[in-house]
Structures are given as C-alpha cells and as structure tokens.
C-alpha cells in the first residue's frame, strides 16, 4: 500500500559533522561520575553542618533509613535533596566551561539560516504606512 504522505516527505540532509566516538564515552563517563561525587559531596556536607548545629534539618528530613547491604544512613532525605542541588551545579558549570572553550573554535559568522543584513528590510509600523496612504 503506497504511502499517502510521500509526495509531502522531505530528504534528510546528512549533517556535515559527525560527533567523535570518544566525546560520547566520556559524557557517559560524566552522566555516571557526577551523581556519585555528588552524593559523596553532599554526604560530607551535611554531616559536618549537623555536626556543628550549623544547619538544623526538619523533621521530615532527619530521618534514617536501614539499607539491607549498606546499613542504617542517616539524614538520607537531605543527602538526596543536597545530591540534586550539587549535581544541577555541576552539570551547569560544565556547560559554562564547555560554551567558553567552544567560543574561539566557533565561526560567528552568518550561516545559511540567518538574513544577510543588506537583505532585510525593517517594515514600517502600520500607523506610519496608513499615514504615508492617506497623503497621497
């Protein structure tokens, strides 16, 4: 049965770069590394803050939980919460870092989606244009 649709289908242009196999092994790498030294990270943070009265936690937050291999974790709840905030930090700050390095590899000039700007044309507010009729 023909396809109804194939006289409105488009050939996929192939794009003119390829990604580098090892770029993709070392963000999945990333995706693995950076929840556990976050989790480690904020281990140790709140441990030292509750240790030192420096942060006093809900109640909802100061409970502990017995894991069956690991054993009883304490304050699991805030670790978790402080494990997302440190991760969302670091996976912006590797953004930042990955944008300012591909800064001076990058072409800033036009490509072929953008207007040249000798091309366009601002248009005049309507109010102006009916001006312009009404006085000739």
């Not at 196999?21 to 990333?30: E, N, Q, S, T, Y």
């Not at 942060?55 to 699991?76: K, N």
């Not at 300012?100 to 005049?124: A, E, H």
């Amino acid at each position: 049965m023909p396809n109804k649709w194939a006289a409105y289908e488009q050939a996929r242009e192939e794009r003119p770069w390829r990604i580098h196999p090892v770029w993709r092994g070392i963000g999945f790498i990333l995706i693995l590394i950076i929840p556990v030294f976050s989790y480690a990270a904020s281990d140790l943070t709140v441990e030292a803050l509750v240790e030192r009265e420096i942060l006093t936690l809900p109640p909802e937050l100061r409970g502990s939980f017995e894991l069956p291999v690991v054993g009883e974790i304490d304050f699991l709840l805030a670790k978790v919460a402080m494990t997302i905030v440190v991760i969302f930090a670091l996976f912006a700050l590797l953004a930042i870092f990955y944008s300012i390095m591909y800064m001076p590899m990058s072409d800033l000039g036009y490509s072929r989606m953008d207007v040249k700007p000798d091309q366009y044309q601002k248009y005049k507010r309507r109010r102006e244009r009916d001006k312009n009729r009404r006085r000739r």
